[in-house]
């Protein structure tokens, strides 16, 4: 069965839905705007799809029946979000500018290392964004977000081995893009 995550106080305690759902942006806000940058590639589109999310939470906090962790309900409707947006016709005929977030690192290497392993992260980065989006996705949820299959299967309403099979392809995608050396494999 689904291994649920449990959350500090946030199911035991009275905590009215204002204070849960302040909780619950605090806890995961940036990885729900990561999230939907993954899907969308547009910075403030992943913001407003993040605002949207958390609204939708708060409305629907009462029915949360708790046969899943906030964090994957949380992704569930950000995926569903994000989706949406991809069959508006105001997505249709945007034209996104790339922008990718790197996290610094914080070990102490020199300049010329870390400028190395920046294009690297940026290369590897370029590289999954890339991908059609049944792969991107896979890639994000399991590397990214160390979400499990079974998890990743349930959070898409697909099949384990759907989920399998996609994160095999897009290791190969990926693979032939990094031994061709360029970002989009050529």
Not at 11 to 32: C, T
Not at 91 to 105: A, E, P, R, W
């Amino acid at each position: 069965m689904f291994e649920m995550e449990r959350e500090p106080d946030i199911y035991n305690e009275n905590l009215d839905n204002e204070e849960k759902i302040k909780w619950l942006m605090d806890q995961y806000g940036q990885e729900v705007i990561m999230l939907a940058y993954t899907y969308v590639k547009d910075k403030q589109l992943a913001e407003d799809i993040a605002q949207e999310v958390f609204i939708k939470c708060f409305e629907k906090l009462d029915s949360f029946r708790h046969e899943s962790s906030y964090k994957t309900w949380i992704y569930r409707i950000t995926i569903n979000k994000c989706k949406d947006v991809f069959r508006s016709w105001h997505y249709k005929h945007l034209i996104f500018t790339d922008f990718i977030k790197v996290k610094k690192d914080k070990a102490a290497y020199s300049a010329e290392i870390e400028n190395i392993k920046r294009e690297e992260k940026l290369l590897v980065a370029e590289m999954v964004m890339g991908l059609p989006i049944k792969l991107r996705e896979v890639i994000i949820l399991y590397y990214y977000e160390d979400l499990k299959i079974d998890d990743i299967a349930k959070m898409l309403e697909t099949k384990v081995n759907t989920v399998k099979t996609r994160l095999h392809r897009a290791r190969n995608v990926l693979d032939k893009k990094i031994k061709g050396g360029e970002p989009n494999g050529r």
